[in-house]
């Protein structure tokens, strides 16, 4: 297992941006893809964003795609998810994941909430009009 913290989280005008970090520790010597969700008051857990092992592969939630951005260093033990031209009905406690990975799996990265089985307590992000 693979303890991970968010940070980053706050109040934003809508049209700003701000950088959530996710930053792991424990049994950081096996292989994780990682990916971000958010859940709003009364909502279902939405993907925002999933990358590989290595960086190689990312995906996005339609809400997303063109605004928000995932990146990690591994020598950093840390996700990042730069989000840009941020929107009210993005408001939401947005929630870091990462999925242990086989030796065949190195190149995938994962878009459903199946697929991770370590999380994060989760990080406010709230965007005013």
């Known amino acids: 297992q693979v303890r991970l913290v968010e940070s980053g989280g706050g109040l934003v005008q809508a049209g700003g941006s701000l950088r959530l970090s996710c930053t792991a520790s424990?049994?950081?010597?096996?292989?994780?893809?990682a990916g971000w969700f958010r859940q709003a008051p009364g909502e279902e857990r939405e993907f925002v964003a999933g990358?590989?092992?290595?960086?190689?592969?990312?995906t996005y939630g339609d809400s997303v795609t063109g605004r928000f951005s995932i990146s990690r260093e591994n020598d950093r033990n840390t996700v990042y998810l730069q989000m840009n031209s941020l929107k009210v009905e993005d408001t939401a406690v947005y929630y870091c994941?990462?999925?242990?990975?086989?030796?065949?799996?190195?190149?995938?990265?994962?878009?459903?909430?199946?697929?991770?089985?370590?999380w994060g307590q989760g990080t406010q992000v709230t965007v005013s009009s």
């Open positions: 994941a990462a999925a242990e990975l086989g030796s065949s799996d190195l190149l995938s990265a994962y878009r459903t909430v199946r697929d991770y089985d370590n």
């Open positions: 424990g049994r950081t010597d096996k292989k994780y893809a």
């Open positions: 990358i590989s092992w290595a960086g190689g592969r990312t």
